[in-house]
């Protein structure tokens, strides 16, 4: 009998804390508090791919400056394709542009 009364009582208070914060709160505040910056696309190159391949498009590609080293460059292609690879549902466009970005930036690397 008492199990009910206590679980309609907690109801209660879950009710009345949430209403209080809810007209209590700025909601500017409250966005901020659950933004996540990776959904908004902020840190994310906007636009698609250029004609030709540039240096500074196959760095934004791998993530890497343009004067990397050439194990930096190996290891940012091999983390991409892992991620990426068209045998694990990754598309085959996309890893071609990713070993294009690769080649180019090891071309002038000897």
């Keep these: 009998m008492s199990t009910p009364v206590l679980l309609g009582l907690g109801m209660i208070a879950v009710g009345v804390a949430g209403r209080y914060i809810t007209r209590n709160t700025n909601i500017g505040s409250i966005q901020k508090l659950f933004s996540i910056s990776g959904l908004n696309g902020s840190k994310y190159y906007r636009g698609g791919f250029e004609q030709n391949m540039s240096r500074r498009e196959a760095a934004l590609i791998l993530g890497v400056s343009q004067q990397s080293s050439r194990n930096k460059i190996r290891d940012a292609h091999k983390k991409i394709m892992l ?3 068209p045998d694990k549902g990754g598309s085959p466009y996309l890893a071609a ?6 080649d180019i930036l090891e071309s002038n690397k000897s």
């Design 83 to 85: 991620l990426n690879h």
């Design 97 to 102: 542009k990713i070993n294009q970005a690769k």
